[in-house]
């Protein structure tokens, strides 16, 4: 439905996104990840018509877009910024966009209140923007892009503004959504759980380029480079036998001897220099002995060792993946 190819976007001399290529494919959601300044609003800007590619193409079936307008690419934005305005009531925002595709009143105001219930915000048509919550004000953005019945919604950063469990929620929300409207998504993101939440496919981004796409489960379980094993959480070392490697912290284990079992290959030793509690676990950081390198190690269901503390580390090798990088 989507097809990137070559595309860059330069600024000055720096270039924001480079030859990237990308494809979305009807009914697919696709999560672009990467940290802040990887380039992915850039991307979704430059596919909008709202910034001026350097190179490349812009396709939608096929179509070449370059010398479409904005409004006329048949797609949904929905900013990070949301670009509410303050001084519209939620369905005078809402019905923003389908006033200005010149059409009938009564349309116009039958598919606002239907997006506004899609989105749970029926009965908020008349409330003040400035009287919402940030997940309301969420759904009033989400509403206000789906309103023209797009084909292809891209999405910046959707759930970044708000507390974890509401991201959750809305996350968990949205994916339903996207299923049951049967329309393509382009979704970027800086958070590894909404991705791999929302995605059909994720493709990691770095300096405006892709370093990896697959499944989430794919990329999750075999992180293809470097800066994405670190990006993702993962260690990456030398010393554990495989070259240079990514392991998993919890695929490290403290072992209270040189006795092995199961998948766990040999041991290291090393001294706690950090513990911190993550939700479901403790993260300990331990510095090799013999070495410059340090390794987080996820324990679950155990008290972690303390600080300055020398522990014995196996790795279980389903959990360590080489790298060619």
Known sequence: MLEVRGLSVRYGDALAVEGLDLSVADDEV????????????????????LEPIAAGAVLRDGVDLADVSPHRRGLGFMFQEHALFPHRDVIGNVAFGLRMHRLPKDQVTARAHEVLALVGLDGFERRSVRELSGG?????????????????????????????????????????????????????????????????????????????????????????????????????????????????????RIVANDTLAGTLTSTWEGTVLERAFHRDHFLVRVALSGGNETLDVAIHDAEPPTIGDTVRLAVDADGLVPLLD
């Not at 696709?30 to 018509?49: D, E, H, M, N, Q």
Request: hydrophobic fraction near 45%.
């Open 30 to 49: 696709v999560c672009v990840l990467g940290p802040s300044g990887s380039g992915k609003t850039t991307l979704l800007r430059a596919i909008a018509g």
């Open 136 to 252: 309301e004000r969420q759904r009033v953005a989400l509403a206000r892009a789906l309103a023209p019945e797009p084909r292809l919604l891209m999405l910046d950063e959707p759930l970044g503004a708000l507390d974890r469990a509401l991201r959750d929620d809305l996350a968990r929300e949205l994916r339903h959504l996207f299923e049951r409207l049967g329309v393509a998504v382009l979704l970027v993101t800086h958070d590894h759980d909404e991705a791999f939440a929302l995605g059909d496919r994720v493709a990691v981004v770095h300096a405006g380029r892709i370093e990896q796409i697959g499944t989430p489960a794919d990329v999750w379980r075999r992180p293809a480079t470097e800066f994405v094993a670190r990006f993702l959480g993962w260690n990456v070392t030398d010393s554990l036998g495989a070259g240079r490697a990514a392991v998993r912290p919890d695929a490290l």
